[in-house]
């Protein structure tokens, strides 16, 4: 019994990684008033990078690395397309989503001649032991849903970058550069989901397949509007989110050891349900409705 | 308006073929070989290529509609999931193609309106219950399908369509011509027809340019959300209920024919321009490059995910208008 708590708990602590930084770092761009729904994209293009950079370097940090890369370039793009060319950032999210799945799938049978997933690459270590582990990624990212929270709310530049979430014309006013403000907000943003989508490799599963993501970025989406675009409350949403998406991995394999003699490998597609059902019914009826960056999602143009 | 799309479309599709030409070339393929047999390997079977552009046709509504009120039906996808395995229900049961198509069309609408309720008074955005819902509906499906209704002597397919609730191809002026493909035409039609020349369209127009002067004009812009999304989820399900009983007749247990099909509809959408009519010809273009990378593959061994990649390069370059007002206008200018 205490060993099946222990590992709930080290499941979720170990799934709710991606989930945070993917989540504060949307938060960081949605505040400044981009919304990226290529989350998801960047998740399984960072994922599959790095686990090519592991297969082929041995090295798991390496990958993190380029997992970071692959974020910031995604951030460059997404930056550009919804910055300066007034671009319609939900179908430049949606056609990157398309375009990373693609390219990926692509790589993945050319390099390893594979259709479902790629052979196990080196994996960083966890901390801890037996029952009760968890990654260092998961300190990291906690410490930085902290320090983001500090910047966006009690410094000059965290206001400043609000401002041109909620009322760019007078953040312009008091001087602020909005267009450059929010092409770096972005930037952060898809950098940390880089992070969390190489993380999913060489921190979690330790291999890429071809549905490595599953939606996790638009879980990390409606983690950012469950929080009320908070980071703090974010690190509780992904941790709840985290549990459901360990609970659905967990349930099938102990209901497995208990009846050995049922065949759970059509029943173990209703738990998958479990996340996505947990996520729509917290959203849809549990939850307070949030009060959006007032700018969300619209190009500024400078007069 | 038309004349910046006719700038827009091409060029999206000349910036996406030219990033795959690179694409190709780096993956140590030969691209010129490889577009031949897209463009060229389509285009020998005309039957084929309609019946695989019906589905498209449908998702391409069912993102392009809600799109004119403001909303995102990326749920298109799920849509069509619940359309394709109600219907193969309706078909089994009751043996009737009418049946089936009135069950799949009616599925989609009530999971758009779900979706709509959520984004009207909860305030959640329509994308992110979208794509939980398509989750659901996708390990759901693969659920009911590998446990009730598996087919016993095929396993790794459902049980079949009966021969009695399928529809075939009929003979118009020596051609022969899908039948699913004729009534995936009518509806586009008809769908224009709603949105151009009726109320409720009009309504739903006003409400997607200007929520404010809707509600000023007396008719309210949630409402129409609500209606455009029941109507976009209603052309989903439909898109999967033909699907179904005109094409795979069956639902495989890895969904490999269904999966995808709501994605690419909001490509077909988009390169449509969200005109229904616009979206008969991007559906045929869309299937000539899904039936070409299919046979790339076979003949070339390139991953049929080149066209999600191709299509995902279109959307991406279709999603910045203002580049292409710039460059048109400067193109004036110069005149």
Redesign the interface.
Known sequence: MIEDVLGLLSSTLVAMVPLLLASVGEIIAERSGVVNIGLEGIFVLSAFLSALTAFYTRDPYVALAVGLLVGFLSGVLHGVISVYLRGDQIISGVGFNMFAYGISIIGLICTWGQHGASPIVAKMPFIGGGFLFFSPLLILSIIIAIVVWYWLFRTSSGLKLRACGEDPRSAEAMGVNVLRTRFYATLIGAMLTGLGGAYMVVGWIGQFTRYISAGRGFIALAIVAFSGWNPIIAIAGSMIFGFFDALSLYLPVKIQLIYPRMNLTSTSYVFRTVPYIAVLITVSVAFRKGRMPRDLGRPYIKE | MLRTSLLEIPTSIIISFLLGFV?LLS?GYDPVNIYKIIIFGSIGDPDYLLIRSTPLVLTGLAFSIPFLTGT?N?GGEGQFYIGALLSLLAAYTTKSSLMAIAVGTMAGGVLGALIAI?KVY????E???S??????LY??I??SI??FLYDPLIPYQSVPVPLDARLGCIQILGERVPLIFLIAVCVAFISYYILYYSRIGYCMRVSGLSPKSARYAGFSPELSVITSMVLGGAMGGLGGSLLVIGHTYTIDTTMSALYGMG?AG??VG?LGRNNPIGIIFSSIFFSMLVIGGEMAELRAG??T???????????????????YRIVYTYIRSRK
């Open positions: 694409l993956l995102f990326i959520i909860r305030g959640i955005n994308v992110v219950s794509i939980m819902l398509n989750w659901i390990f759901s693969l659920f590998t446990t994605f909001i490509g988009l390139i991953p995910e080149l066209a999600d990649a191709l299509i995902g390069i279109m959307v991406i370059a279709l999603s910045m208008p203002y580049i």
